[in-house]
Nanobody
Framework: EVQLVESGGGSVQTGGSLRLSCVTS????????IGWFRQAPGKEREGPLC????????YCADSVKGRFSVSSDDARNTVYLQMNSLKPEDTAVYYC????????????????WGQGTQVTVSS
């Protein structure tokens, strides 16, 4: 059974930082792309914001590049999303998801999802 479990969300003030974790199980970690997404209240799910894929490939969308970064710990089957200089508009539920293959930059290939973790940024 494929499982993805996010953690690390919380409440921070503008300019603060958070590091989200996504622990995966039931997949071949080096054969999947793990993407980070978010969904704000009343809005569609957005992303992938950042992706970690096999061969240490990394990608972050222009909308978050420079503030967000992604890394992985293959030994722990874990992908991290480091978020710096947070803004109130970053407030959302953040999800990680897995796609078979490489750096998919659209949501469709992501078939396995975690339950999400709430990030709240106050001004």
């Amino acid at each position: 059974e494929v499982q993805l479990v996010e953690s690390g969300g919380g409440s921070v003030q503008t300019g603060g930082s958070l590091r989200l974790s996504c622990v995966t199980s039931g997949i071949s970690f080096d054969a999947y792309a793990i993407g980070w997404f978010r969904q704000a209240p009343g809005k569609e799910r957005e992303g992938p914001l950042c992706i970690s894929s096999r061969g240490n490939s990394k990608y972050c969308a222009d909308s978050v590049k420079g503030r967000f970064s992604v890394s992985s710990d293959d030994a722990r089957n874990t992908v991290y999303l480091q978020m710096n200089s947070l803004k109130p508009e970053d407030t959302a539920v953040y999800y990680c998801a897995a796609a078979d293959g490489s750096l998919w930059t659209s949501i469709g290939p992501y078939k396995h999802w975690g339950q999400g973790t709430q990030v709240t940024v106050s001004s």
